[in-house]
């Protein structure tokens, strides 16, 4: 039998290094994700909007949408938006749309501008649980009425996509949904885009397969296998719970 020449050797192990290096992502692309698809096609960038120039001149005092009552004058005014531009472009709202939000009046809050910028891009929930009373609620009520003209997903919805988007992504193991439960103990079944997910804790460990409205298999991460049936996890299953961590680190 002949022997392989060093050469012949050597690009052998760089075709199989190579090939250890695209499979993962050929798998990524074969994977149905495009319903839980998140963001835009194109990057992240703030569109223009209309200034303070457009609501006051120099001199001149507003009130501040957050602190009725209270008068600022318009050099230290700035217009925040009440639901972030970031948020409404994680929710798909993209181009022309995303310029159009950017500068409806219904979103647009004139306040102090130190008040804008520890609001940041604080999802209004969050900002309202920092004011007061009646103010809250209108944060609250006005956040919703934009959020349901554009269409935009709440904070919680996002992490939901963007976690499940995650999963989909990673190599499955198909088991019998029985097995799963006796492994996993206590569990929430929840629908996320067209898909049918559940869960163990927060975290999302597999989808389901439903036959005759009665749920019958379950496609397991490569983590998730490993972690409800080896006990001993190996270092690929900490990086991928290391991965898992930072995705929820985002949200929180």
Known sequence: MP?????????KYMACYIAQLLLPLLLSLMTP????????DEPFVRPYYVARSSICAAGEYVEDSYAPGSRIRCEEMELD?????????????CGGDLKRFANDPLN??????????????????????QLDGEVADAVRRDALIVMQ??????RSELFDRKYATHFL???????????????????TIREIGEK???LVGKRIVGTLTVVGGVYTAAEVSTWSYRHLF?????????????MFEEILNEFE
């Open 3 to 11: 022997t392989m020449t060093k050469s012949k050797q050597t690009f």
């Open 149 to 154: 003209k554009y269409g935009i997903l709440s």
């Open 230 to 242: 080896i006990p001993n996890r190996d270092d690929a299953s900490k990086d991928r719970a290391a």
């Open 81 to 93: 938006h009440l639901v972030s531009l970031k948020q409404a472009w994680e929710s798909g709202i």
């Open 169 to 187: 992504r990673l190599s499955t193991v198909s088991i019998p949904f029985s097995n799963l439960i006796k492994r996993s103990g206590q569990y």
């Open 108 to 129: 647009l809050k004139p306040t102090y501008w130190r008040t804008n910028r520890t609001k940041g891009m604080m999802s209004p929930i969050l900002f309202s649980e």
């Open 33 to 40: 994700t495009a319903t839980l698809a998140l963001g835009c």
């Open 196 to 198: 049918t997910f559940i």
